[in-house]
Nanobody, 126 residues
Framework: QVQLQESGPGLLKPSQTLSLTCTVS??????????WNWLRQPPGKGLEWMGV???????WYSPSLKNRLSISRDTSKNQVTLQLDSVTPENTAEYYC??????????????????WGQGTQVTVSS
């Protein structure tokens, strides 16, 4: 059974860099059977797909974020990491990692994903 756990700072100031880690258990992040996604949900708004990294380590990003977003992995720790540069208060959201067996660059339908982390709240405020 695949389980995901997000971790990271809860509070940042504008212009700082957000770094979040998704620790995966029950499957290898190198598995060809899964794609590891990051999504977020701002208060009062819908889910936004941010990016995905494959089992081979290739990452794809939302066009609206690709200039500020980087997704990487640490295979020794079985972790996937998100880094978002130059955050603003508009980046305040609940951030989720989610595993999917099929590839998509835009899926916000929860049914697309097989497993979700519990989410981690990130607040950007001066």
């Amino acid at each position: 059974q695949v389980q995901l756990q997000e971790s990271g700072p809860g509070l940042l100031k504008p212009s700082q860099t957000l770094s979040l880690t998704c620790t995966v258990s029950g499957a290898s992040i190198r598995s060809e059977y899964y794609f590891w996604n990051w999504l977020r949900q701002p208060p009062g708004k819908g889910l936004e797909w941010m990016g995905v990294i494959s089992g081979s380590g290739i990452a794809w990003y939302s066009p609206s974020l690709k200039n500020r977003l980087s997704i990487s992995r640490d295979t020794s720790k079985n972790q996937v990491t998100l880094q978002l540069d130059s955050v603003t208060p508009e980046n305040t959201a609940e951030y989720y990692c989610a595993a999917a067996e099929t590839f998509s660059m835009s899926a916000t339908d929860k049914d697309h994903y097989d497993t979700w982390g519990q989410g981690t709240q990130v607040t950007v405020s001066s």
